[in-house]
Every structure is written in C-alpha cells, then in structure tokens.
C-alpha cells in the first residue's frame, strides 16, 4: 500500500519550534503525532524533535493495530511491529501507544518546564488545577512511560479532555488540527509561566578535576535549600535516562555526566551528551522557578530502578555513589 504523506510544513513547523525551545523540550524528549484514518506518524525514536524540519524524524504506522497495543490487545506496547514503512529502519517513540489511543488527528507531548513545576509538587498541582479551569483538563498519576503511563492516561480521559498534566513528567495537548494544538500549548504555557528567579553567578575557587567542568548551573550547589532537593531525589523520566538517579556528589566509576559539589558547584563531564548538557539546564531552569513554599515530590526509588532496568544489586550501587 502506498503510505498517505499526513507530515505537513505546519505540523514539521510545530515540532521544530517546541523541540528547540529548551523550556519544552530538552533533547530527544517530546513527541507529537498527526493521523488520518489508520494511518499516524510519529517521532522515532532516539530523534529529536528540533531537526523536524532538517531530517525525517517522524515514522508511519498502523494507528489500529497501534491501538490495539495500546489496549493491550496485541503486540508488547513497542509498536515496533506496526511500522508501516520498514526500510528506514526507524523505530516508533516509546510513547506511540498513548498518541495511537487518543482520538485527536494532532497529539503533542513535551517536557515542558512550567508544567514540570508544577506537576512534581503536591502544592504545584493544586494551583494548576486553579490556573488551568475553564481548560478540558485532567491529571495523570506518574507511570513508567509506555504502556503503563498509556494505561494511566486512558484511565483518566474524559470525552472532551485537550489537555493531560502528567505528574512528575510534562504535558499533552490535542487537538484537530496544528493551529489548535499550538493554540492550546500557547494557553497552558500562558497559564502555568513562572518567573525564573536570578540566580547568583557562582565561580568555584578549586580548578575543576581532570575530564571536567564547571558548569553554568553552579548556584545548585550553592544554594542549600536547592542543593538539598537535587540531592534527594529525582522528579522526571528522562533525568534519570541521561542523568541517572538525582545527582551524585562524587565521581566513580560508572562515570556520571554531572556531578555536585555540595557548597562548590557543578561539575559536567567535558564528553558530556548535548542530551546530558539540556538535563542538566532542565533541572536548573526548574529548580529557578519552584516557590519556595512548594514542597516536591521525588519519583522514587522504585520507579527510578523500573527506567534504568537495573537489577537490585546495580541500584544498590548507584545509590550508595550518591552518598
Ligand atoms: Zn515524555
């Protein structure tokens, strides 16, 4: 069959212009998604939505039998069967399944970082709800991306819901056609924009160990209350992804990206990922707008080992290089 071309300029233009705006996308996080009948592309996985207009980043597949994974009717939740154009050797983002079930024709996810704010704190939640009424809004209870975030979504979708606050993830908006969904981010990024609050610029007096450098986002290590928080936990998939759980406050030997020292600064990798670099900025331009009267919530333990595939034993050892 010959696949329809539903990837327009307009949707290409959309995707670009969230993937390189770091306040809604760090890396290759974010995905969106069109789709006509039984046929929707979108984001494979590993691109980035910035190149959506210099690079095919975007993959066909069988909307029905997508559902049907998403329904946990067939397949394993990947989608990496519903492919329909198999010779790019593209593979489908791991969140095809919710982008399948949702019965919108333009599906956007990003990370956004007001909606972060918002969404990994119990009292940031509350004054979402307030800004967002009058919104078709629900909240979504954190799930391990893929089937089971998926499962929780569809658990919560109201027949007019537009817009999903993912807790301790970002947000989904849809809609029938690009200009609605840019519309509808426009409004939700209106509503839940918080000041960045100046942080001071810190210049650490020790010359950075060897393979390292200072970096810009120093002050979390500066600022105690903060410093305190990125310690603690971690409050986002793709953080622990690129990052690993929270922020280690020594090198070893699994070589982390980003270290923090504590009263010092930051440290990040000279060989760092472009990927690593925009987490790292991620949790600064997060932790610039938290209130200080907002408590947050970590993912936790459990769900950080569910993201890493780690084993018990490995976990065991990534969390006792924190101390
Ligand atoms: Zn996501």
Redesign the pocket.
Known sequence: MTVPNLVTAPFRALSAALGQDPLQVQGP???TSIKDGSVMYIKASGTELADAERKDIFVAVDRDAACLEALEKAGDGSCKDTVLDKSHGLRPSI?TTFHAALDHRVVA???SVATLVHAISPEGRDVARQKLQGLPFVMVPYAK?GLPLTRQILAQMQHDTRVAI?EN??LICMGDTVDQVRDLIASVEDRLAMPAKPVPPVAPANPAPAGFNWSEHSWLATDSAVTDLVLDGTYY??HVVFLGPALPVQDHAGKPPVVLIKGQGVLIRTDATSSQASMLQCIADIFARLPGDWSVQAIGAKAEAELLDWDAEKYRQALAARA
């Open positions: 996080g974010g995905n969140e996810h990003t990370h991306p993912l993830h970002g998939p793709d």
